[in-house]
């Protein structure tokens, strides 16, 4: 079973610009992710997909390799990471280099580490699965949540049978945090594929690595953390 683990690492962002390649505990925030894919020794091939000639030398200083930028149309903000993903795959194809198993990992989440990697693949073999995503639990039931009229109404809130019920006794609900995709090429590579569909698997991982930044207070927080793990 040959795998390759894909990072995606567009230049810019309006949220925070730069983001991918801000100084995190002292070294650009996507050589956590590189390193992290390296140290976990299961990827036969470990690469950055980036747009940037700056972004591929950090990415190339780090260990991964950077065989071609994207094209315009991937480079482009309405681009997703699976539209990366198949075109990285495409490519390497026509060079003749073919793969069984892709793994997007998230350069966003720094403070998945090698072990939450290798536990994702562990699932992923184990179940025989299609398709493994990494979620985290939500940190309040979703029985607490709302929607609220245009006149900021609570009233169906009030009526809820949830409402006065306490957090242990409500079931565990789970959503993705964006740090560990692992999926079969042939399922992503099929016309109108869905990865979600049959056979997908959720690896939990601890909310202290399931940090996804996206803004300047999520970087400014897995900053503080960092450094309270680093001390």
């Given at each position: 079973?040959k795998?390759?683990?894909?990072?995606?690492a567009?230049?810019?962002?309006?949220?925070?610009?730069?983001?991918?390649?801000?100084?995190?505990?002292?070294?650009?925030?996507?050589?956590?992710?590189?390193e992290?894919a390296?140290?976990s020794?299961?990827?036969?091939?470990v690469?950055?997909?980036?747009?940037?000639?700056?972004?591929a030398?950090?990415?190339?200083?780090?260990?991964a390799?950077?065989?071609?930028?994207?094209?315009?149309?991937?480079?482009s903000?309405?681009?997703?990471?699976?539209?990366?993903?198949?075109?990285?795959?495409?490519?390497l194809k026509?060079?003749?280099?073919?793969?069984?198993?892709v793994t997007l990992l998230?350069?966003?989440s720094?403070?998945?580490?090698?072990?939450?990697?290798?536990?994702?693949?562990?699932?992923?073999i184990?179940?025989?699965?299609?398709t493994?995503?990494?979620v985290?639990e939500?940190d309040?039931p979703?029985?607490?949540?709302?929607?609220?009229?245009?006149?900021?109404?609570?009233?169906d809130?009030?009526?809820?049978?949830?409402?006065?019920?306490?957090?242990?006794?409500l079931?565990?609900?789970?959503?993705?945090?964006?740090?560990?995709?692992?999926?079969?090429?042939?399922?992503?590579?099929?016309?109108?594929?869905d990865?979600?569909?049959?056979?997908?698997y959720?690896?939990?991982?601890e909310?202290?690595?399931?940090?996804?930044?996206?803004d300047?207070?999520?970087?400014?927080?897995?900053?503080?953390?960092?450094?309270r793990?680093?001390n």
């Open positions: 079973m795998n390759i683990a894909i990072i995606p567009r230049s810019g962002s309006k949220g925070l610009p730069d983001k991918n390649i801000l100084p995190l505990a002292h070294k650009p925030m996507l050589a956590y992710t590189i992290a390296i140290k020794n299961i990827f036969d091939y690469m950055v997909s980036t747009d940037s000639e700056q972004y030398g950090i990415a190339q200083m780090y260990g390799d950077v065989p071609f930028l994207r094209s315009d149309q991937t480079a903000d309405k681009a997703s990471s699976w539209d990366v993903v198949r075109e990285v795959l495409e490519k026509v060079a003749g280099k073919t793969f069984d198993v998230q350069p966003t720094p403070l998945r580490d090698a072990d939450d990697i290798k536990g994702a693949m562990k699932l992923f184990q179940q025989k699965a299609k493994v995503v990494s985290r939500t309040h979703l029985e607490w949540s709302f929607l609220i009229d245009k006149n900021n109404s609570m009233e809130f009030a009526r809820s049978a949830y409402r006065n019920m306490r957090r242990q006794d079931p565990k609900r789970y959503i993705e945090n964006g740090a560990i995709y692992i999926t079969q090429v042939e399922k992503l590579m099929a016309p109108q594929s990865i979600y569909l049959d056979g997908c959720a690896y939990i991982m909310k202290n690595h399931s940090y996804d930044i996206d300047k207070f999520d970087f400014e927080l897995v900053e503080w953390v960092l450094g793990i680093t």
